[in-house]
């Protein structure tokens, strides 16, 4: 069983960068994926980036590509997200993922408690 803990999330106006990070309890470098998703109130949930554990390949959800980055840390226990020129329709709660494939969010087995993020001004 793997445990997940994001930080970093909070509120910030529009035009603001937020640096999301998750870390793991156990790492396993076994060509799946980790990934960020949203959910915002009656929304479905959304893939945000995802990153390859065995080549850091990297994917974007096409609402938020050019403005984020998603980048494992240097002990590759977690993971971070990077976020710029955040607006409005940004917030959301935000979930981190593990050994998961992409941003199909049903492949993936283990989920943070996930993270408040309100981009208003």
């Known amino acids: 069983q793997v445990h997940l803990m994001e930080s970093g999330g909070g509120s910030v106006r529009p035009g603001g960068s937020l640096r999301l990070s998750c870390k793991a309890s156990?790492?396993?470098?076994?060509?799946?994926?980790l990934g960020w998703f949203r959910q915002a109130p009656g929304k479905e949930r959304e893939g945000v980036a995802a990153i390859s554990t065995r080549d850091g390949r990297t994917i974007y959800g096409d609402s938020v590509k050019g403005r984020v980055t998603i980048s494992l840390d240097d002990a590759q226990s977690g993971v971070y997200l990077g976020m710029d020129s955040l607006q409005p329709e940004d917030t959301a709660m935000y979930y981190c993922?593990?050994?998961?494939?992409?941003?199909?969010?049903?492949?993936?087995?283990?989920w943070g408690q996930g993270i408040q993020v309100t981009v208003s001004s």
């Open positions: 156990e790492w396993t470098v076994n060509g799946r994926f």
């Open positions: 993922a593990a050994d998961g494939w992409e941003l199909d969010a049903r492949a993936y087995d283990f």
